[in-house]
């Protein structure tokens, strides 16, 4: 098809685009000398082929030539035969449209362009001028509608509120197929195990040296009767050792905070008031300057972080279980999960006591007791037989009748042993010497953390109950519906003060204009139609604030009579 007429006829910039338009849904293949002309690494036959090429591939398909006699007459002879070689081996029948346009009737066109483009076959389509009753179309509305609105008013009418809505809820989390959440959870319990292998050594490690001796059984409550009230959470190497096995640990900062218990109970019960509880101090001290060394020399950085996504994914699916109403307890893998055990919410039973004689030692048992002394009376001398002022427990505690001051903050590390240190994970106390007792949270990397609630814990990390989150979205729902409705009354405006001027508007002048414009353009093209409907619209907004379009009326005939 060849889109004819004279130039500014639109065939090219309006009904050649229209038409593309239309045909949207097919690919189109633009064989434009910038195409042709524009790739400095093939030459103009080459990627005229490849378009062609790319046409027979994508078929149906469109050929689009704009300018043909321009692009024929800038072609080379090569180029003229490629493509009327190409041209002729598409099949007749081929679904493949030739669309060209051109500026010059077909008679002025070359000989060879015309036999491509048959009139008797309807392949041609000359563009001719606007008739009378499609320039009175065309203008109509600019000039009898648009040149008499009224000005845009300045002052908001009386609204009606909008409706208040209720914020949406939130969509639930995706849940994952059965298949991916059990490859999930068990790559989840590798590297939860490879953890397990790392905290383990580093464990045994710090329980087989001398040093730390002390720490690594749990003090014996029965030698040391006093110290439950003054620590709140007692822990030792075995203690943790315990945790791992039963796999508490998710990541190394919970394993990091049940270990430096160790030192800091230590210091807290060990008041820095003699040598005997300044040496349990500096083996505290050694213990913690050794665990954050080991920690800090010995943990990949990447690894911790995947620990800490592995949590954050099993809190995750913890609190998802929880909002489907799930009466299972939520162990951070759902309840489905088996391998991963979660917090313990029932206190365990207190184990019995193993006898002495099942260990093999027999020890000659001490029916005297020891009266609490008085703050009068002096501290009774050693006897002969129990050595230096001190009572040594089966476990390595030792027990004064004398204690006070409080823990110093001051750690200095000693290597050596003292002569008279027996202690059970380090710890020294008077036993009726107990002043005063805190409740306080425990002490995890230099910062007081509450205990949190065991009511609302999954997986070691508390989460908000169902009722505490419903009554956030409640009040979330009411502060923003409060918003709306406060915006909502501020843009309504009551009545408007003063009167709005009256709109002037000689309509039998627009008419006038309308048919003076459809005489002036008689025989014009497209673009000179275009022209003055964009100069018609310029005036138009120019004087759109006013009430009175007879300037605009004035203008817009000045506009007309000098358009030629």
């Given at each position: 098809?060849?889109?004819?007429?004279?130039?500014?006829?639109?065939?090219?910039?309006?009904?050649?685009?229209?038409?593309?338009?239309?045909?949207?849904?097919?690919?189109?293949?633009?064989?434009?000398?910038?195409?042709?002309?524009?790739?400095?690494?093939?030459?103009?036959?080459?990627?005229?082929?490849?378009?062609?090429?790319?046409?027979?591939?994508?078929?149906?398909?469109?050929?689009?030539?704009?300018?043909?006699?321009?692009?024929?007459?800038?072609?080379?002879?090569?180029?003229?035969?490629?493509?009327?070689?190409?041209?002729?081996?598409?099949?007749?029948?081929?679904?493949?449209?030739?669309?060209?346009?051109?500026?010059?009737?077909?008679?002025?066109?070359?000989?060879?362009?015309?036999?491509?483009?048959?009139?008797?076959?309807?392949?041609?389509y000359t563009v001719s001028v606007p008739m009378r009753l499609e320039r009175t179309d065309f203008?109509?509305?600019?000039?009898?509608?648009?040149?008499?609105?009224?000005?845009?008013?300045?002052?908001?009418?009386?609204?009606?509120?909008?409706?208040?809505?209720?914020?949406a809820p939130l969509p639930p989390p995706r849940q994952l197929p059965e298949q991916d959440r059990?490859?999930?959870?068990?790559?989840?319990?590798?590297?939860?195990?490879?953890?397990?292998?790392?905290?383990?050594?580093?464990?045994?490690?710090?329980?087989?040296?001398?040093?730390?001796?002390?720490?690594?059984?749990?003090?014996?409550?029965?030698?040391?009767?006093?110290?439950?009230?003054?620590?709140?959470?007692?822990?030792?190497?075995?203690?943790?050792?315990?945790?791992?096995?039963?796999?508490?640990?998710?990541?190394?900062?919970?394993?990091?905070?049940?270990?430096?218990?160790?030192?800091?109970?230590?210091?807290?019960?060990?008041?820095?008031?003699?040598?005997?509880?300044?040496?349990?101090?500096?083996?505290?001290?050694?213990?913690?300057?050794?665990?954050?060394?080991?920690?800090?020399?010995?943990?990949?950085?990447?690894?911790?972080?995947?620990?800490?996504?592995?949590?954050?994914?099993?809190?995750?699916?913890?609190?998802?279980?929880?909002?489907?109403?799930?009466?299972?307890?939520?162990?951070?893998?759902?309840?489905?999960?088996?391998?991963?055990?979660?917090?313990?919410?029932?206190?365990?039973?207190?184990?019995?006591?193993?006898?002495?004689?099942?260990?093999?030692?027999?020890?000659?048992?001490?029916?005297?007791?020891?009266?609490?002394?008085?703050?009068?009376?002096?501290?009774?001398?050693?006897?002969?037989?129990?050595?230096?002022?001190?009572?040594?427990?089966?476990?390595?505690?030792?027990?004064?009748?004398?204690?006070?001051?409080?823990?110093?903050?001051?750690?200095?590390?000693?290597?050596?042993?003292?002569?008279?240190?027996?202690?059970?994970?380090?710890?020294?106390?008077?036993?009726?010497?107990?002043?005063?007792?805190?409740?306080?949270?425990?002490?995890?990397?230099?910062?007081?953390?509450?205990?949190?609630?065991?009511?609302?814990?999954?997986?070691?990390?508390?989460?908000?109950?169902?009722?505490?989150?419903?009554?956030?979205?409640?009040?979330?729902?009411?502060?923003?519906?409060?918003?709306?409705?406060?915006?909502?009354?501020?843009?309504?405006?009551?009545?408007?003060?003063?009167?709005?001027?009256?709109?002037?508007?000689?309509?039998?002048?627009?008419?006038?204009?309308?048919?003076?414009?459809?005489?002036?353009?008689?025989?014009?093209?497209?673009?000179?139609?275009?022209?003055?409907?964009?100069?018609?619209?310029?005036?138009?907004?120019?004087?759109?604030?006013?009430?009175?379009?007879?300037?605009?009326?004035?203008?817009?005939?000045k506009e007309i009579d000098s358009s030629s």
């Open positions: 098809m060849l889109l004819a007429g004279r130039p500014g006829a639109g065939q090219t910039s309006h009904l050649a685009p229209a038409i593309l338009h239309a045909l949207e849904r097919f690919p189109v293949h633009s064989l434009d000398s910038a195409v042709l002309f524009g790739v400095s690494s093939t030459s103009p036959e080459e990627a005229c082929a490849q378009v062609f090429c790319e046409a027979k591939r994508t078929s149906p398909s469109i050929l689009y030539m704009p300018h043909i006699q321009q692009w024929w007459d800038t072609a080379a002879s090569s180029l003229r035969a490629s493509f009327l070689s190409l041209l002729g081996s598409i099949p007749s029948l081929s679904p493949i449209l030739l669309l060209a346009t051109c500026s010059v009737p077909r008679q002025q066109l070359d000989p060879e362009i015309q036999l491509l483009f048959r009139e008797e076959y309807g392949e041609v203008f109509r509305d600019l000039i009898l509608n648009q040149a008499a609105e009224p000005p845009p008013s300045t002052k908001r009418a009386l609204t009606q509120a909008m409706e208040i809505l209720p914020l059990l490859h999930l959870e068990q790559q989840e319990e590798d590297v939860l195990r490879e953890l397990r292998l790392f905290l383990r050594n580093v464990t045994e490690r710090l329980s087989l040296d001398r040093r730390f001796k002390a720490f690594t059984k749990p003090v014996d409550i029965e030698e040391v009767p006093d110290y439950m009230l003054v620590i709140r959470k007692p822990m030792d190497f075995s203690t943790l050792l315990t945790n791992i096995d039963e796999q508490k640990y998710v990541t190394v900062g919970e394993f990091m905070s049940d270990a430096e218990l160790i030192w800091q109970n230590a210091l807290e019960y060990n008041p820095d008031s003699d040598p005997m509880d300044r040496h349990i101090r500096h083996r505290a001290c050694a213990l913690k300057d050794t665990v954050r060394a080991i920690i800090r020399d010995e943990l990949d950085e990447d690894f911790e972080r995947v620990c800490e996504e592995v949590k954050e994914s099993r809190i995750k699916r913890a609190s998802l279980c929880r909002l489907e109403g799930s009466s299972k307890e939520a162990d951070g893998v759902c309840s489905s999960a088996r391998n991963s055990p979660g917090p313990r919410k029932r206190k365990r039973p207190k184990q019995p006591r193993k006898s002495k004689w099942s260990t093999g030692v027999i020890k000659k048992t001490k029916k005297k007791k020891k009266k609490p002394p008085t703050p009068a009376s002096p501290p009774s001398p050693p006897t002969s037989d129990s050595g230096p002022e001190e009572t040594r427990t089966p476990n390595g505690a030792s027990a004064r009748p004398s204690s006070s001051a409080s823990p110093s903050e001051s750690c200095d590390d000693d290597h050596g042993e003292h002569p008279n240190a027996a202690a059970a994970n380090g710890f020294h106390r008077d036993f009726n010497g107990v002043s005063e007792i805190q409740n306080v949270g425990v002490l995890a990397n230099g910062c007081r953390r509450t205990p949190p609630n065991p009511n609302a814990v999954a997986n070691g990390v508390c989460f908000r109950t169902t009722a505490e989150r419903s009554s956030c979205e409640t009040r979330a729902n009411m502060a923003a519906q409060e918003q709306m409705q406060l915006f909502s009354r501020a843009g309504c405006v009551d009545i408007l003060d003063g009167e709005t001027p009256p709109l002037v508007v000689d309509h039998g002048k627009l008419r006038d204009l309308l048919s003076r414009a459809v005489a002036r353009t008689e025989r014009a093209e497209v673009e000179v139609l275009e022209k003055l409907y964009a100069v018609l619209a310029q005036c138009i907004y120019r004087h759109r604030h006013a009430y009175d379009k007879t300037a605009l009326a004035k203008e817009m005939k």
